[in-house]
């Protein structure tokens, strides 16, 4: 494998895994005049947030480790075809049911490139800083939904009779950042077993028991508010704030997706579990202020406590991320990222049900508290477990 090769690879997987996630950030904006125009209800505005986790969650229980098998490439290039089938879905989707197949499709291309894309990022960056490619492969996700949202408010506002631009635009990237992992590199060698391997099933590495358990809080707690996000940015913008602006809808998504990266870069000067116990904290707080900007209905600081919260999202997220890859050989990545990814979606998945099932008895304001309750129950949890490691290691010294 040629340096060049590889490098081409790193760069066209990044693309790809941005923009499988900016896709399936695309619609986000729109909603509200989705439902406007095709009439379409809350409650199936709120299933499709469920529609794109279950397409996420089955991709990783069934398809996570089938690269493993056929290839990096070949999968990678599936799951981007995916991607462009459920945009071409969501340019002609005229009624719920349409948009909530093309949703659970959009899911699937995720989850399948969540662990395959993610892996194909890693394996190609051999030769590059661990901690840069640990913080690509964990921020492309949300910068991606942030990408996404930010293309679709602000072509929904400037040609508001224009709702599928952001979907063509989108398709075209997809199609040329197809054709570039074509010509990288595979970074696997092939094993035999690929129907075998389709026998849904959760691989832990065995070396990362100890501390999957902080780490699967900091995953649950932060993707939990990305599914919130994912769901009710349109909401909060037109019921809380009175803004019916699709563009104001991306800005409070992307608030909380983009800054990310900056807290996956900032996750890099701490050792991983000063980075999970700060960043956890931080998120906690940053989410208790966010809800009470919401009550006094003060939209900048509301922009800005969101912010804070994604800024410690990514340290959290990405010290969590790094606590377990530096546990595991490369031959078990692929099932360690497929376990995280599943965590994470679940966290995303499961509230997000529960608010489209209650959303007929509880207003907007009361889901948002049992999100809120949620983040602190999960911090605590969190918080005890790196208590009691951090004990265990000092007993064992």
Request: hydrophobic share 50%.
């Amino acid at each position: 494998m040629t340096k060049r090769k590889l490098d081409l690879t790193f760069m066209f997987a990044t693309i790809g895994l941005i923009l499988i996630f900016a896709a399936s950030a695309s619609p986000i904006p729109t909603y509200v005049r989705m439902q406007n125009e095709f009439d379409i209800s809350t409650g199936t505005i709120s299933m499709t947030a469920v529609s794109y986790f279950v397409g996420c969650i089955l991709a990783l229980l069934v398809f996570s480790r089938v690269s493993d098998f056929i290839g990096r490439k070949k999968v990678a290039v599936f799951t981007i075809l995916l991607s462009i089938i459920g945009l071409l879905l969501l340019i002609n989707t005229r009624n719920g049911d349409m948009l909530l197949i093309a949703r659970s499709i959009q899911g699937f291309s995720c989850g399948l490139g969540s662990s395959t894309l993610s892996v194909l990022i890693i394996e190609s960056g051999l030769n590059k800083n661990e901690n840069l490619v640990a913080s690509i492969a964990g921020s492309a996700v949300l910068l991606g939904l942030a990408i996404g949202g930010l293309m679709a408010g602000v072509a929904a506002q400037v040609l508001p009779n224009n709702r599928n631009l952001t979907y063509f635009i989108l398709v075209m990237l997809l199609v040329v950042t197809m054709i570039g992992i074509s010509f990288g590199v595979e970074t696997t060698e092939l094993k035999k077993g690929a129907i075998k391997s389709l026998k849904p099933q959760v691989n832990l590495p065995k070396n990362t028991f100890n501390i999957i358990i902080p780490a699967a809080g900091c995953f649950i707690a932060t993707w939990a508010f990305g599914g919130y996000f994912q769901a009710f940015s349109a909401t909060i913008s037109k019921s809380v704030f009175n803004l019916d602006s699709p563009l104001i809808a991306a800005i409070i998504l992307v608030s909380y997706m983009a800054p990310n990266i900056i807290g996956s870069n900032l996750s890099n000067r701490f050792n991983v579990e000063k980075g999970q116990f700060i960043g956890i904290i931080g998120f906690v707080l940053a989410i208790c202020l966010m809800f009470v900007s919401i009550e006094i209905k003060n939209m900048a600081l509301y922009l800005i406590f969101v912010i804070v919260a994604g800024i410690m999202q990514g340290i959290a997220y990405s010290s969590s991320l790094n606590a377990l890859l530096r546990r595991v050989i490369k031959s078990e990545s692929t099932g360690l990222l497929s376990v995280v990814y599943m965590i994470s979606y679940i966290g995303a998945g499961l509230p997000s049900f529960i608010a489209g099932k209650v959303s007929g008895a509880f207003n907007f304001y009361q889901i948002t508290l049992g999100y809120v309750i949620l983040v602190i129950l999960v911090g605590l949890i969190v918080l005890s477990n790196l208590h009691i490691n951090r004990k265990k290691s000092t007993i064992k010294d």
